[in-house]
């Protein structure tokens, strides 16, 4: 069971990057997928998830920039992000659980990818 998260780089403030998260060894069309994110010293904090259903979520922070979507077919998920700001740089991780239900909290899931270093600067 492993999870990939890829797709991270470097951006301008007010560019876009799309960062995916490959599963293997599980389905995450039976799991509910977060993405958190990790600045230096500051705690990991959830960003957006997604239900199995596909119903989203976001944090008040990125809200209205992130879109979290989903392709069962290929077995992934995506966290698009547009209107970057030098705030959002962190490690950002996706995480799976095999429930039905989505939640911002990293103690919800089972399952946690290496992380993929975002970095917004001019």
């Known amino acids: 069971v492993q999870l990939q998260a890829s797709g991270g780089g470097l951006a301008q403030p007010g560019g876009s990057l799309r960062v995916s998260c490959a599963a293997s060894?599980?389905?995450?069309?039976?799991?509910?997928v977060g993405w958190f994110r990790q600045a230096p010293g500051k705690e990991r904090e959830g960003v957006s998830c997604i239900t199995r259903s596909g119903s989203t979520y976001y944090a008040d922070s990125v809200k209205g920039r992130f879109t979290i979507s989903r392709d069962n077919a290929k077995n992934t998920v995506y966290l698009q992000k547009n209107s970057l700001k030098t705030e959002d740089t962190a490690v950002y991780y996706c995480?799976?659980?095999?429930?039905?239900?989505?939640?911002?909290?990293?103690?919800?899931?089972?399952?946690w990818g290496r992380g993929t270093q975002v970095t917004v600067s001019s």
């Open positions: 060894g599980f389905s995450l069309v039976d799991s509910a």
């Open positions: 995480a799976a659980v095999l429930r039905s239900q989505c939640s911002l909290s990293s103690q919800w899931y089972t399952y």
